[in-house]
């Protein structure tokens, strides 16, 4: 897989391979709102991790998810490091923790 200097970059390149809606994170599903659509932690599956360490603050480290739904559906989900573990059901924390067909 290949690395990426930049969110920018890795989001143009995942754009490029079909992961085109943007998903937002909630406490027992992520969300893509323009299809009005709600994903439970067994309705998808993290292809590819992307990990961007801040320049002047480590504190601003995100990460990237490439996300593929089990109806087809392909997007992305941003998500600072730990910011919302505290929040998030164990079985979503379990879901976007990298598994053995998760590239990284």
């Known amino acids: 897989m290949k690395a990426f200097e930049t969110m920018t970059e890795a989001m143009k390149d ?3 391979r079909g992961y ?4 937002n994170l909630r406490t027992e599903w992520i969300e893509c709102q323009p299809l009005n ?3 439970r932690p067994t309705e998808f599956h993290v292809d590819e991790v992307h990990r961007f ?4 603050n480590p504190s ?3 990460i990237l998810f490439a996300i593929l739904s089990s109806t087809g559906v392909k997007g992305i989900l941003i998500d600072a490091y730990g ?3 505290e929040t ?3 079985e979503m924390i379990k879901r976007l923790t990298i598994d053995s067909n998760t590239s990284h």
């Open 60 to 62: 601003d480290s995100s």
């Open 88 to 90: 998030l059901s164990s």
């Open 37 to 39: 659509l709600q994903l």
């Open 53 to 56: 360490e801040g320049m002047t």
């Open 14 to 16: 995942l754009k490029s």
């Open 20 to 23: 085109t809606m943007d998903f």
């Open 83 to 85: 910011v919302y573990a």
